[in-house]
């Protein structure tokens, strides 16, 4: 059974809205939406984690990804006797829009998951341009494990502080970025954590950072 999206019934799945009350100025204002851009082999929490807390604090939020589909996330852990992470079947969750349905001025801030997906996702040039218009309009940025990989690819790192995965250390200076191996770190509107056991202080930052610009 899907779990329910914002209402009793669900969401529907055609209309590429999220659910939520206003955040921003009087309550009959538009509602504030934030972007979530993904896809096959996202890491499971660093998909609804962020979605769900959104949602808590009153804003729409959208999924997107590389079409309209049911996407297959996936769960990183480690084990004993291997030298990286294992990877296992996750959630599936309904992409709200496809990259070529975004139109990036609607949203006031964008959120990118990590997990395998960025690996493949950089080479989407949909994806690419939205999220070089979320850079060119100096709007909030939260990216979490390796999806600093999508950013990197759009040359917003250069010259910023961040932090990643840390396996990444070395792809983040290569970007141009100085890499701090910590729960979050915040340049201006980018807000770079870790990797889920991370969530708690990066949604924390990040929602900082959506109330300052707000």
């Known amino acids: 059974m899907e779990p329910a999206r914002g209402t009793a019934e669900g969401r529907d799945r055609g209309a590429g809205t999220g659910h939520g009350r206003p955040t921003n100025g009087d309550p009959g204002d538009a509602m504030a939406k934030i972007l979530i851009v993904t896809g096959d082999a996202a890491e499971s929490l660093e998909v609804l984690y962020p979605y769900q807390r959104l949602l808590e604090e009153g804003y729409e939020v959208d999924i997107a990804a590389p079409s309209r589909k049911r996407l297959r996330f996936v769960v990183h852990d480690f084990e004993p006797g291997f030298d990286t992470y294992t990877e296992k079947p996750g959630y599936t969750w309904p992409a709200d829009l496809a990259f070529s349905e975004v139109d990036p001025s609607a949203y006031v801030a964008v959120v990118i998951p990590g997990g395998r997906a960025p690996e493949y996702l950089r080479n989407d040039p949909e994806l ?15 990216q979490i494990c390796h999806g600093p990989l999508l950013t990197a690819a759009v040359g917003g790192l250069e010259g910023r502080r961040v932090t990643a995965y840390p396996a990444l250390e070395l792809d983040m200076q290569a970007a141009g970025a100085a890499f701090r191996d910590t ?4 340049d201006g509107l980018l807000v770079s954590s870790r990797a889920w056991p991370d969530h708690p202080v990066w949604m924390r930052e990040f929602l900082k950072v959506l109330r300052a610009k707000g």
């Open 128 to 142: 690419r341009k939205i999220l070089k218009s979320f850079f060119d309009a100096d709007k909030p940025v939260a």
């Open 183 to 186: 729960e979050a770190v915040v």
